[in-house]
């Protein structure tokens, strides 16, 4: 399996059979500018610029890099991104002091030197729109696999899309995870009926049906 392109605007560049065996999915949103949905570990950040330009696209376009959570999978690479591009660091402020230190992303489990890297803006609250090219994105805070974990969706010509990086957890505290607040953080995403979810490490889940399904899986779990 290589880079493809999802839908309209989305593209899979990065994964653990794609960029590194270590990496997170790695989405890219094309908005006119190009946003990515984390980094990966750390190890891959040239095979991901090659990834986007085989793909047709241009990687010096890229301006934002959006952090689902500060697990050193999902932003190993963030401070390699912003030295060589420029690019602005999208957090939520419940993680913003792992991404920000290095401490509690889990790099000694990985055997990874993270880079710690500067938030260039902080997400607030429980939600927030921001438009990147012509495109309007909407965050939301789903606190449950780490403190400032959040989701992005956006409404493309296939549908509504959402970035849930991770819904399958784990939930465990001591990776920063609290199963009672992702059990409602679950349930507000199944209520999002999303037609395509990019998920974390499971790849791209197609359907309004199925992505329902996959999320109440994991409701489930967590409530019993």
Not at 48 to 61: C, H, T
Request: contains cysteine; aromatic residues 8%; glycine residues 12%.
């Amino acid at each position: 399996m290589g880079p493809a392109k999802i839908c309209d605007q989305v593209y899979l560049i990065g994964g653990s059979s794609i960029s590194h065996t270590m990496d997170c999915c790695v989405y890219l949103i094309d908005t006119g500018k190009l946003v990515m949905i984390d980094t990966g570990a750390g190890k891959s950040i040239d095979r991901l610029v090659d990834n986007i330009n085989s793909l047709g696209l241009i990687p010096e376009n890229l301006t934002t890099v959006i952090v689902t959570h500060a697990h050193i999978d999902h932003i190993g690479s963030l401070l390699a991104f912003k030295q060589r591009f420029g690019v602005k660091i999208i957090a939520h402020e419940g993680d913003v002091s792992s991404i920000e230190t290095g401490k509690h992303v889990g790099a000694e489990y990985y055997g990874v030197d993270y880079q710690p890297c500067k938030v260039d803006e902080v997400v607030t609250g429980e939600k927030k729109c921001i438009d990147i090219g012509d495109t309007a994105f909407e965050i939301l805070h789903i606190p449950g696999h780490t403190p400032g974990s959040i989701v992005v969706t956006f409404n493309s010509k296939n549908g509504k899309v959402l970035f849930g990086q991770d819904i399958h957890g784990p939930y465990h505290k001591m990776w920063g995870g609290d199963p009672l607040k992702a059990l409602i953080s679950l349930q507000k995403l199944k209520s999002l009926k999303a037609d395509i979810l990019c998920e974390g490490h499971f790849g791209v889940i197609m359907g309004a049906d199925r992505v329902e399904s996959f999320i109440q899986e994991y409701i489930d779990f967590l409530d019993n």
